[in-house]
C-alpha cells in the first residue's frame, strides 16, 4: 500500500446533519461535487431520515442508526449504479436529510366568514382560527410530491398551502355538522378531534401526518354577539325587584353609588322598600277590612301578547309585539316572503301567511 493510499484510508468521509432551526423540514448534505466515499460513515440520528438520490430518482431510504456505506446497506442504489461487490471507489449521489420530528404551533385561520345552518340561530356567519401539528410520514412521496431538488425545505413553504386545505375542508366538516353554536364554544377539544380526523387524509397525498388541530375561537358576527349579550342580560337579572335589591345592597356596601346611576340604584330600592311598607301595612290591616267588607275577587289575568320574531340578513331579531309587526308591514321593514317565528310555531314561516290580513290587498281589475 503506497502512502497516499494509506492517507485516504485514514480519513472516511463522516456524512450527518444536526438541525438547530427548528423548521427545517428537509437538508441536504453538501458535498463538492457530490462524491462520497465507498465506506463512508453515516450518522442518522433519532427523528430522521436520509435519503439516497441517484440522478434524480430516489434510491435507498435509511432510518436512525450509524451505517458504513455499502453494497449491503444501500441496496437501490447498488443496483443504479452497477456495483460489483469488489467495489472501493467513490460514487456520486446526494443525501437529504428528512427531519420526521413534529413541527408544531402552525397558524391556521379562516380569512373570510363560513355560512352555516344552525338550529337556534337559524343561518349564522362564522369565524375560526387555531393551530395545527404535522409531521413527515412518507418521505418518498414527501419528496416526490413538494420537495423536488429543493436543498433546504422549510414549514414557511408548505405552511399556506396546508392552511387552504383545512380551512377549506374545515368550511365543508362544520356544514355537515349538526353541533349547535354554543355548544362548539364549550367543545373546542372534541370538535378539534372530530375535524382532525375528518380533514387527515386529505394530508397523505403530501406523504405528511395532520398529528392534531387546536381551535382555539370560533366567533359570530358582532350584532349576532350583541343580541346574545342582551339576552345573557336579561336572565341574568331575572326578577327585577330582586335585581334591585341586589344592586342596592351592593352600592350600600360599596359606600353609595354617584352620579345619574346612584339615582337610579336609590330610586330602585325606595321603590323596593315603599313596595314592601305598603305590603306590610297591608297585611296588618287585612284582619280588619275582612271583618268590616266582604272580600273583592281578584282582578281577572291579563293575557300575555304574543311575540314574534323575524329573519334579516340570515340573522334572527326579536322578538316584537304585533303593533311593532304591523308597523314593520307598513313601512316595508317586513315583507311578504320575511320569514317570521313565534313560540308555538312548528318552524319559521313567511310573514305573507301568517300576517296576510295585514298586508294591503290589490283590489281586482276592473272589467
Sequence with gaps: MGLFDWIGGQFIDVIDWTDDSHDTMVYRFNRQGNEIKYGAKLIVRASQVAVFVNEGEIADVLTAGTYELET??????TTLKHWDHGFNSPFKAEVYFLN?????????????????????????????????EIRIDDPKVFMTEIV?????????????????LIVSKFATVIGKSDTPVLDMAGNYELFGDFITDKISEYFTEY????????????????EVEKAMDSRSSRAISGNLDDYLKYQSAEALANGGASGAMGEMVGMGAGLAMGQQMAQSMSNSMQPQQQQSAPSMPPPPPISQ???????????????????????????????????????GMDGWKEAG????????QTPPPLI
Design 72 to 77: 449491503k446497506n444501500i441496496p437501490i442504489l
Design 100 to 132: 420526521t420530528k413534529r413541527f408544531i404551533d402552525l397558524r391556521w385561520g379562516t380569512k373570510n366568514p363560513i355560512m352555516v345552518r344552525d338550529p337556534e340561530f337559524a343561518m349564522v356567519r362564522l369565524r375560526a382560527f387555531g393551530t395545527y
Design 148 to 164: 423536488g431538488t429543493d436543498g433546504h425545505f422549510t414549514t414557511d413553504e408548505i405552511d399556506k398551502q396546508l392552511t387552504n
Design 207 to 222: 406523504g405528511i401526518e395532520l398529528t392534531k388541530i387546536l381551535i382555539e375561537n370560533i366567533s359570530l358576527p358582532p
Design 305 to 343: 301578547a304574543i311575540l314574534y320574531h323575524i329573519a334579516r340578513d340570515g340573522v334572527a331579531q326579536g322578538p316584537y309585539p304585533m303593533n311593532t309587526i304591523i308597523e314593520y308591514i307598513n313601512n316595508g321593514t317586513v315583507m311578504r316572503d320575511t320569514l317570521v317565528w313565534s313560540e
Design 353 to 360: 301567511v301568517v300576517f296576510s290580513n295585514n298586508f294591503r
